[in-house]
């Protein structure tokens, strides 16, 4: 059974840093894996998608890669905005069904 | 485009009362999905459709959840008789293909639902 983990829970950042988020999955046949920013009391929205045979993609500020074999992704997150704050949720795809696993997300806060 | 649209947007109600959460997803889009989300668990996917047929149930908890799909445009998500462990939010997503390789979901701003 597939499992998604997302450390750390919570970050609390000054502005204008660099951060990176991490998740980790316990399957590594994989179809693809999602970022998705949430913010309180809104849906969700995508981020960045990144199909098992790539290893990155860049929108913007952000950049996300994938590690399959070691089960593992991070979302790099350049010059951090107050306006960043929101949790951030991996999801990963099983199959080719569009079915997705979540992790619980990180929490982030950017300090201005 | 208007976007995933849910109604209600947040339901408040009484244990065992019959609860109905609506959804209407992104026009030509194919495969819809219903989720959701506690502090406990985090965000789970209870059933999800593919050109109106539902494919996997298999995170629908319990016999008390019901979904149906009637047409490309609109779905039910019901609960009945409603317990007080149902209260989360509620998210519906649809995305533009079905089967092949996954495409981007696209979230409603889900139902909020209370159960007292």
């Not at chain 1, 502005?15 to 693809?32: K, P, R, W």
């Not at chain 1, 704050?85 to 569009?98: F, K």
Request: charged content about 20%; overall charge neutral; hydrophobic content about 35%.
């Amino acid at each position: 059974k597939q499992e998604v983990t997302q450390i750390p829970a919570a970050l609390s950042v000054p502005e204008g840093e660099n951060l990176v988020l991490n998740c980790s999955f316990t399957d590594s046949a994989i179809y693809n894996l999602q970022w998705f920013r949430q913010d309180p009391g809104k849906g969700l929205t995508s981020l960045l998608l990144i199909q098992s045979s790539q290893r990155e993609q860049t929108s913007g500020r952000l950049n996300a890669s994938l590690d399959k074999s070691s089960g593992r992704s991070t979302l790099y997150i350049a010059a951090s905005q107050p306006g960043d704050s929101a949790t951030y949720l991996c999801a990963v795809g099983s199959g080719n069904t569009g079915k997705l696993i979540f992790g619980q997300g990180t929490t982030l806060q950017v300090k201005p | 485009d208007a976007g995933v649209i849910q109604s209600p947007r947040h339901e408040v109600t009484e244990m065992g009362q019959e609860v109905t959460l609506r959804c209407k997803p992104i026009s030509g889009h194919n495969s819809l999905f219903w989720y959701r989300q506690t502090m406990m668990r985090g965000l789970e996917l209870l059933i999800y459709f593919n050109n109106n047929v539902p494919i996997d149930d298999s995170g629908m908890p319990e016999d008390r959840f019901s979904a149906k799909m009637p047409n490309a445009s609109f779905s039910t998500l019901k609960i009945q008789p409603s317990e007080p462990r149902d209260s989360a939010v509620y998210f519906c997503a649809s995305s533009l293909r079905a089967g092949g390789p996954v495409d981007t979901q696209y979230f409603g701003p889900g139902t909020r639902l209370t159960v007292l």
